[in-house]
């Protein structure tokens, strides 16, 4: 284990995230990518803190934890999104009768 | 460290395959369930990289709640017989997909982390720390060469110190964020007019 294993391994978690996002038509399929992008880059996140953070000790190691702050961070504000991306969906559901992206044309022109 | 190796490519085989499920199931009940393996999995990461207080924030929020907030939205929508399906998009994204991972990957592995992680890091007591991980026990700073006082404040820094000291705006603007989308989800699944 190593933080090239480690940010190797984020960015696959990321990119088949991303491939997800931009290649489903299901909503709730596109949240879900998402949500494995948010984890490949929480795992980058507090890879850099435990392998590379440069710190001090009159610091207070508060450097090494800065990534994992960032992660908490990160975590909440995906939660945030799923709330919203949720209400989405179901406000998306009402008016089309479907959660296909591809449907869901109605800002287009 | 033989076992360290085992676990870690063991989880990475469990994150990356339930990835791909998630992104390529056509059932998209499945596609959740998979996408709760992958957070766990996540979790497994979190406790071998000594983030522990995160490992636990993953499995709560993660699997408790979005993922079973998920499956609520794939049971109430209804759209399950239609399934996963991929849209015209389908190539384009994978390409650019598989460029961005081979990029990252590329830098992830060329790159010289040693020189980065060495700089500034002259004495003894922080090549210790470096090796301990997250905060270090304090029989490992002191035989760094710390003194006593100077053991107790980095054992007692933790999370927690930063989240309400350095951080104390950011996470103030997080909480704010999260009122904001509560009330935001609300309006939009209430609907108009009512």
Redesign the interface.
């Given at each position: 284990?190593s933080?090239?294993?480690?940010?190797?391994?984020a960015?696959?978690?990321?990119?088949?995230?991303?491939?997800?996002a931009?290649?489903?038509?299901?909503f709730?399929?596109v949240?879900?990518?998402i949500?494995?992008m948010f984890?490949g880059v929480?795992?980058t996140l507090?890879?850099m803190g435990?392998?590379?953070a440069?710190?001090?000790?009159q610091e207070?190691?508060?450097a090494?934890?800065?990534g994992?702050?960032f992660?908490?961070?990160v975590?909440?504000?995906?939660?945030?999104?799923?709330?919203?991306g949720?209400?989405?969906?179901?406000?998306l559901?009402?008016t089309n009768e479907?959660?296909?992206?591809?449907d869901a044309a109605t800002l287009r022109h | 460290m033989w076992f360290e190796q085992i676990v870690f490519w063991a989880l990475a085989a469990v994150a990356i395959g339930g990835a791909l499920g998630v992104v390529l199931v056509r059932d998209l009940f499945r596609a959740a369930l998979l996408l709760a393996t992958v957070f766990v999995a996540v979790g497994g990461f979190y406790v071998m990289m000594n983030a522990e207080f995160l490992a636990v924030v993953q499995i709560l929020i993660y699997v408790g709640a979005i993922a079973v907030l998920f499956i609520f939205g794939i049971m109430l929508t209804r759209d399950v017989q239609r399934g996963n399906a991929p849209n015209r998009l389908q190539i384009p994204a994978g390409v650019i997909s598989a460029l961005l991972l081979a990029a990252m990957v590329f830098t992830a592995v060329t790159t010289d982390w040693t020189t980065l992680a060495g700089a500034g890091r002259e004495n003894q007591a922080q090549i210790a720390q470096t090796q301990a991980v997250g905060i270090p026990d304090a029989t490992e700073l002191t035989r760094a060469g710390l003194s006593a006082e100077e053991v107790e404040s980095v054992a007692g820094s933790g999370l927690a110190d930063l989240l309400i000291g350095d951080f104390v705006l950011p996470f103030e603007a997080v909480s704010l964020l999260l009122l904001a989308a509560a009330i935001g989800g609300l309006a939009l699944a209430r609907g108009r007019g009512r």
């Open positions: 284990m933080l090239e294993a480690m940010l190797v391994v960015a696959v978690l990321f990119c088949i995230g991303l491939y997800g931009l290649a489903r038509r299901n709730i399929a949240l879900m990518s949500e494995l984890n929480n795992l507090v890879a435990r392998w590379l440069p710190y001090t000790v207070q190691l508060s090494v934890l800065t994992q702050v992660a908490v961070f975590i909440t504000v995906a939660a945030a999104e799923i709330a919203l949720l209400g989405i969906v179901f406000a559901y009402r479907s959660v296909d992206l591809t | -």
